[in-house]
């Protein structure tokens, strides 16, 4: 993916704090931008170190793996850590997003939100999508 047009790669911070230093190294090197994803059992302070060396920072609010998982609410608290400590930083929010909540993300105003399965085909799939929309940018 180096040689391709890529806006961000996203690398997931469960590899431990040396492949992700080296990692982080080589994606600067080629001057992509590199955002970090945290599942939701890890800490803040696993990615810490490495936070002023990405540009994002993407919160799992459903354990990795399998489409369709609840929401993991407790992971707000994450969110408000990561928000209120780092303001500079972008941050995405992905997992279990729909019409309800996405509410719970408001006072938060994440830079980006990843939905997967509310938006599966099937009927009034646009009509989903402008009413995601629409409570987006409340």
Not at 45 to 61: D, G, N, R, Y
Not at 89 to 97: E, N, S
Not at 104 to 118: H, K, N
Request: net charge positive; with cysteine; aromatic share 4%.
């Amino acid at each position: 993916c180096l040689r391709h047009a890529t806006d961000e790669i996203i690398v997931h911070a469960e590899l431990g704090t040396g492949r992700l230093e080296s990692i982080i190294r080589t994606l600067t090197a080629a001057r992509l931008p590199i955002g970090l994803a945290i599942n939701p059992r890890e800490p803040v302070e696993l990615i810490a170190s490495e936070l002023s060396k990405v540009q994002s920072v993407q919160v799992m609010t459903v354990l990795a793996g399998k489409q369709a998982q609840p929401f993991l609410p407790e992971q707000l608290f994450k969110i408000a850590d990561l928000r209120s400590r780092y303001p500079n930083l972008k941050l995405a929010v992905d997992g279990g997003i729909n019409l309800t909540t996405i509410h719970s993300l408001a006072p938060f105003r994440p830079d980006r939100v990843v939905v997967g399965s509310f938006l599966k085909p099937g009927p009034d799939l646009a009509g989903r999508w402008e009413q995601l929309q629409r409570l987006a940018r409340l």
